[in-house]
């Protein structure tokens, strides 16, 4: 599971969450051969398989198929392995390749019948155990998890797991409108980070809005408070490096304006005692909770506005919006909330981004040592910032290095700020996939920012 829910103010930066999984969906094997070190070697390796695959090697064509999805390509991992599929007896690795790319791509009916299929030859293989277990998560079909024997639940290892076992027959985010199936919530703040009022289970309390965050966060000390107890438990990596335990619990209500959800899976982690302004916060409104809906963060008119997911009403906003769209960028979906989608900087494109909401203060992007030397930024100079704060602790080393152009989909921007340090270097390839960077507010705080999870599109307008 990875958090990143990244505050800051007034020069100081806030770090609560976790910039690494604990546990993610199981990663693609690096294909035999030389280390990639950054993304430009991974493209010559390209270049190259590709001419070798299209001889007709099996082995050839999984070999490039592997490459394609380190280098964030999944549309055409799907195209190269289809065919291997069909193949009398496809080899595991195939299988769960296929199952993988399906699963970023929200084919989740192909996900869930990949993973089955790779399980039916090894019961207890603990990566498609885990794909299986987040497919349901996906869909909010936790009571599938029954149907794993006690085998293969001690093989997963999964605190999520233990999670969704404890809602028995419960549906999580069942959906209660008061309203005509949309609601606005007024920002209390918008900069450096949004700030709105949240009920969870009947108490009112202030919570940020970050894509950066699971599902809903809320601080340990309110949480006691109001008798909600952790199920399960594990360690997160957060900026810096540093590391922290993590809870999972449920709570029975969390109402956002004129929407209720029941039966609602949380995190539990400090945030409490952070003042944005006047306003403090106690909870993160984290991707999980934003995915039950067709969300827009409308950062110009300062609201969070919540819609129902459905076709009527996607058809219903499209023709709202068809005259202000400044684009639709296509988004895909890792492990629990990690959105994300291509990119550019300073005119290399094809990149990888991380679309987290969270990172505040003067940086709207921030990379890792590789994406820099491939684009060719100097590696900026760090120093320890003791008034840097992460959910692991106080203090890192954090730098910063000028942007001429930055762009998610055909969205471009120009002389920002990028910052270094908070990405341990793990998170470059921790996914499987090359991770190019967190792109975030200062760059989507531009727009009002939709997210369409059934069609997985992000739609930016003015």
């Not at 390749?97 to 039916?120: C, I, S």
């Not at 606005?184 to 202030?206: H, K, M, S, W």
């Not at 997160?236 to 029975?252: D, I, P, T």
């Not at 890792?334 to 990172?359: E, M, P």
């Amino acid at each position: 599971m990875i958090w990143e829910a990244l505050a800051g103010l007034a020069g100081v930066m806030i770090v609560l969450g976790a910039v690494l999984p604990a546990v993610c969906m199981a990663e693609v094997p690096a294909p035999a051969g030389e280390e990639i070190e950054h993304r430009g070697q991974l493209l010559e390796r390209l270049a190259d398989a590709r001419g070798v695959a299209e001889e007709g090697s099996d082995d050839a064509r999984l070999e490039f198929a592997q490459l394609l999805y380190e280098a964030g390509e999944f549309e055409q991992v799907r195209v190269v392995v289809q065919p291997l599929l069909g193949r009398p007896g496809p080899s595991i690795d195939a299988i769960m390749l296929g199952a993988r790319a399906a699963y970023l791509l929200a084919d989740y009916k192909e996900a869930e019948h990949l993973f089955g299929a790779a399980l039916a030859r090894d019961p207890e293989n603990r990566r498609a155990i885990v794909g299986l277990v987040f497919t349901y998560y996906q869909t909010n079909r936790y009571d599938r998890c029954h149907d794993l024997s006690e085998e293969q639940r001690q093989a997963a290892q999964l605190p999520h797991l233990d999670l969704m076992l404890a809602f028995e027959s419960e549906e999580p985010y069942r959906v209660d409108w008061t309203t005509e199936r949309s609601t606005e919530v007024a920002f209390l703040t918008t900069d450096p980070l949004p700030i709105i009022p949240v009920e969870i289970e009947g108490r009112g309390i202030n919570a940020l809005i970050d894509t950066g965050g699971d599902t809903f966060i809320l601080d340990p000390g309110i949480a006691s408070s109001l008798g909600i107890e952790i199920i399960s438990s594990m360690t997160g990596m957060f900026a810096g490096g540093m590391e922290a335990e993590v809870g999972l619990a449920k709570a029975s209500s969390l109402r956002l304006g004129g929407v209720t959800l029941h039966s609602v899976p949380i995190a539990v982690l400090p945030v409490s005692g952070i003042a944005i302004g006047e306003h403090s916060f106690d909870a993160i409104v984290g991707t999980g909770v934003l995915k039950q809906f067709l969300s827009t963060l409308d950062y110009p008119n300062d609201r969070l506005v919540l819609r129902e997911r459905s076709d009527g009403a996607s058809e219903a906003f499209d023709a709202d919006v068809s005259a202000s769209v400044e684009d639709e960028v296509p988004f895909y979906l890792h492990s629990t909330h990690f959105l994300l989608a291509k990119g550019s900087l300073n005119g290399y494109d094809g990149l990888v981004f991380h679309v987290d909401s969270g990172l505040a203060g003067e940086a709207a992007f921030s990379a890792p040592r590789p994406t820099l030397e491939y684009v060719g930024i100097p590696i900026p100079e760090v120093a320890f910032d003791e008034e840097a704060v992460g959910g692991g602790g106080r203090g890192f080393e954090v730098g910063s290095f000028p942007i001429e152009s930055l762009g998610l989909g055909r969205l471009q921007q120009s002389d920002l700020t990028g910052s270094y340090g908070a990405m341990p270097p793990q998170a470059y390839r921790m996914l499987g996939f090359i991770e190019d960077g967190l792109i975030s507010h200062n760059f989507l705080r531009q727009y009002a920012w939709t997210l369409d999870f059934d069609r997985m599109r992000m739609i930016f307008t003015r």
